[in-house]
């Protein structure tokens, strides 16, 4: 079965999807969908419209899911429920801290209109969250502990950009070495937010903007910034250019845990990514999971599902006895 797939946004994290979809022969690009001119959007795929999201609601009947390809600070929590309303969703909101309302909203527009749309898909929220949760099964006596980087935040990048004055602007997270190494020794230690993470921006403000008041915007924000040391250096468009081109990341999820009558035997659960291109990477994930999403409304599952929600073998284009035969 061909999963036919609409594209809403056409930055980093859409190209990924796009591309993603040439890896799939069971998937098909028929739209990208934007709130610029469509006629200044070009896109990798030739025969594929560009087209304005005002018509949007004339593709409800030749999209099998839309992958929206927005923000997460402001754009996610309007658009999702929104389109959910119209088509099957997947999106990659990634504020945890408002992952339980976003759901609830989502999840609303969806049973009123028999659709199936999936948060918070990625690597983190998204793969990441189902290691903890498997990990949090198999050891139920432990800690989680998460590292992300070194590298891009997509999402943190995203709302510095949204900063009035800034131009262009990068935030790189940085595991802390020290608290990497006490978590793989086993010692189990107790760690603040800080003590795991440092957060470095690069920022290109605008002629004549408010240094200070970007400085302090970036490091107050809350559920991004305000948590962590974070530095802030303002940098001129060429050095951004010729610097922070890359889209680089990864992390670590670890789970240290103890078995035996005496909890005397410990144990250590290790998942790491190393991803040369974040929004690349992301953009294959929500393709695994568009074609789950197309699978479970076929099927009259309606409503707003997470990654929890989805078994493994639904976002495989393998047949059922490939998976049972090759990797199981």
């Not at 903890?132 to 992300?148: E, H, I, M, Q, S």
């Given at each position: ?24 022969p ?11 001119d ?70 609303a ?17 998204g793969m990441?969250s189902?290691?903890r ?17 070194p590298?891009v ?20 997270t ?124 076929a ?28 990797l199981?």
């Amino acid at each position: 079965m061909t999963t036919r797939i609409g594209i809403l946004g056409y930055g980093n994290l859409a190209r990924g999807v796009e591309a993603s979809i040439t890896q799939n022969p069971d998937m098909k690009l028929v739209a990208i969908f934007t709130r610029r001119d469509p006629s200044g959007v070009k896109i990798h795929t030739t025969g594929v419209p560009v087209v304005s999201v005002d018509s949007i609601e004339q593709y409800k009947d030749k999209i099998d899911v839309l992958v929206i390809c927005g923000g997460s600070a402001t754009d996610l929590p309007e658009m999702t429920p929104k389109y959910s309303a119209m088509f099957n969703c997947i999106d990659s909101f990634d504020t945890h801290a408002n992952i339980p309302q976003h759901f609830d909203n989502v999840d609303a527009a969806c049973k009123a209109n028999n659709k199936t749309s999936l948060i918070s898909a990625g690597w983190d929220p998204g793969m990441f969250s189902i290691q903890r949760l498997y990990a949090n099964c198999v050891l139920p006596d432990g800690k989680d502990y998460t590292f992300w980087g070194p590298g891009v935040s997509q999402g943190h990048s995203d709302a510095i950009r949204r900063i009035q004055g800034v131009k262009n602007g990068k935030q790189y997270t940085i595991p802390i070495d020290s608290a990497l190494e006490a978590v793989r020794s086993g010692k189990g230690p107790s760690l603040t937010t800080r003590q795991k993470h440092k957060r470095v921006c690069y920022v290109v403000a605008e002629e004549d903007a408010d240094l200070a008041y970007i400085e302090n915007e970036i490091k107050t924000m809350p559920n991004y910034f305000a948590d962590y040391d974070t530095t802030v250096n303002f940098i001129s468009e060429e050095i951004f250019n010729r610097d922070h081109s890359g889209m680089n990341h990864g992390g670590f999820v670890f789970r240290s845990g103890t078995t035996g009558f005496d909890r005397d035997n410990r144990h250590i659960i290790e998942y790491s990514l190393k991803l040369d291109s974040n929004p690349e990477f992301t953009g294959s994930v929500l393709i695994a999971y568009a074609r789950a999403i197309a699978r479970l409304n076929a099927k009259g599952d309606y409503g707003c599902k997470t990654v929890f929600d989805i078994a493994p073998a639904l976002m495989s284009h393998l047949s059922d006895y490939d998976i049972r035969a090759h990797l199981l």
